[in-house]
């Protein structure tokens, strides 16, 4: 816990520069967070890009001992637009000012034994503020581009989810495969309407084709959910690089059937780009705490 905090304060005050993309964390032993937090992820440029857009960015910190505090864990899934360069750099600082945002909202007071109470505002308010800064910030510096964002904020097993664009959050449960969030896309909003089915959009010439995205507008409307994920079951969150390409049975068979969310997740892109890698690939798995 105390490497990743004076990690993270040390880029807070300039002296470190921020990590931009995530890719896998090196050696198996590594990819879990050590106590409460069982995870993995991976990043990966696809087999037809000739760079990535994507970015994943993972905040974790846990605390045992008299003072115990639940674990803590922030993820995002950034996938940039607007061409060479500008897609990744878009990306990028999205994902790095809400982590800002959030942990010095959310996490750093609890390390001074702040509690929360009517006077701090909703976790839920803390993630669309963030998604609102990343927002301007996307705006400001990177004009003309633009990013899907989506944040998942985990305190012991309870995740707060905001999401923009058409990265995805699932749970995977006893029952199965359950997509949390809503895409913001054309296709999906001709799905919801009746005029379109899920087959046809399949081929759609504008599938691809988002009508919310960070960094697009001077206002921007966040969606969010709170979210129980129980013992046992996970948090996936994704680009449209890896749901777009491996169905939702496959997913589910893959990550039940490694010894590790990371190497689900190396899974989950190897088979991405099996079937095709034409886009960049993210994917960020999280397991509930078993107890």
Not at 144 to 152: F, P, Y
Not at 164 to 183: C, F, K, N
């Amino acid at each position: 816990m105390l490497t990743s905090i004076v990690r993270y304060l040390r880029r807070f005050l300039g002296c470190e520069p921020a990590a931009s993309a995530a890719r896998s964390p090196s050696g198996e032993d590594s990819q879990s967070t050590p106590g409460r937090l069982q995870l993995g992820w991976v990043t990966d440029v696809g087999q037809v890009r000739d760079h990535n857009e994507d970015t994943a960015l993972v905040f974790t910190a846990v605390q045992d001992g008299d003072d115990e505090y639940p674990g803590f864990g922030l993820f995002v899934v950034a996938d940039g637009m607007g061409g060479h360069r500008a897609g990744e750099v878009a990306s990028s600082l999205a994902a790095r000012t809400a982590v800002h945002q959030i942990t010095r909202q959310s996490y750093l007071p609890s390390l001074l034994g702040s509690e929360r109470d009517a006077s701090h505002p909703a976790l839920t308010e803390v993630l669309i503020d963030a998604m609102q800064a990343a927002n301007k910030a996307v705006s400001e510096d990177v004009p003309g581009s633009g990013t899907t964002l989506i944040c998942a904020l985990v305190l012991g097993t309870q995740a707060y989810i905001a999401h923009v664009g058409d990265s995805r959050a699932y749970a995977l449960t006893d029952s199965g495969l359950e997509q949390i969030t809503q895409d913001h896309s054309i296709v999906e909003r001709l799905i919801a309407s009746g005029q379109l089915t899920r087959e046809e959009a399949v081929d759609h010439p504008q599938r691809n084709v988002l009508y919310r995205a960070v960094g697009q507008s001077s206002t921007l409307e966040v969606e969010t959910h709170v979210r129980k994920i129980r013992p046992g079951e996970y948090l996936l969150l994704c680009s449209d690089g890896l749901w777009d390409l491996v169905g939702d049975e496959d997913i589910v068979d893959l990550i039940r059937a490694a010894t590790s969310p990371q190497r689900a997740c190396e899974n989950l892109v190897a088979a991405a780009n099996e079937a095709g890698g034409r886009d960049n690939i993210t994917a960020i798995l999280w397991r509930s705490p078993l107890g």
